[in-house]
């Protein structure tokens, strides 16, 4: 019988090695190139590779100490997600890519952060 193993729950999102305040589900992308297929008259001929960013996306909590201006700023950052199965993504001369909004609700704040590929630890 297979032993029951976590694969989803508590996150820790940092910046520059700072901690913030995650909520909910985050999203990330390593950064694999995108392929698509190559279609002649005789069907499938191969295929084509862009690159494409690396992201971590998801929301934070806004707070007293949170400074928005200096996070929706952030350039040339080491931003990280750990997740709940115990894998870390890793972005460097990470960016933020995020749209600047936060909503007064629940003191949310969007943030995506982009790169070059991510490592996967």
Same mark, same amino acid.
């Given at each position: 019988?297979?032993?029951?193993? +976590? #694969?989803?729950? $508590? $996150?820790?999102?940092?910046?520059?090695?700072?901690? !913030? +305040?995650? =909520?909910?589900? &985050?999203?990330?992308?390593?950064?694999?190139? !995108? +392929?698509? *297929? #190559? $279609?002649?008259?005789?069907? #499938?001929?191969?295929?084509? /590779?862009?690159? =494409?960013?690396?992201?971590? %996306?998801? /929301?934070?909590?806004?707070? $007293? *100490?949170?400074?928005?201006? *200096?996070? &929706?700023? #952030?350039?040339?950052?080491?931003v990280t997600l750990e997740v709940a199965n115990g894998k870390t993504i890793v972005l +460097?001369?990470?960016?933020?890519?995020?749209?600047?909004?936060?909503?007064?609700? /629940?003191?949310?704040? =969007?943030?995506? &952060? %982009? *790169?070059?590929?991510?490592? %996967?630890?």
């Amino acid at each position: 019988m297979p032993t029951a193993e +976590r #694969v989803g729950g $508590i $996150i820790y999102v940092k910046i520059d090695g700072a901690t !913030q +305040r995650a =909520k909910g589900s &985050f999203t990330y992308d390593l950064g694999a190139p !995108q +392929r698509k *297929s #190559v $279609i002649g008259a005789t069907g #499938v001929d191969g295929y084509s /590779e862009t690159p =494409k960013a690396a992201y971590i %996306e998801g /929301e934070i909590t806004d707070s $007293i *100490s949170t400074d928005l201006k *200096s996070l &929706f700023n #952030v350039t040339d950052s080491t931003v990280t997600l750990e997740v709940a199965n115990g894998k870390t993504i890793v972005l +460097r001369h990470a960016y933020y890519t995020g749209d600047g909004t936060a909503t007064t609700e /629940e003191g949310a704040v =969007k943030i995506k &952060f %982009e *790169s070059a590929p991510a490592e %996967e630890i």
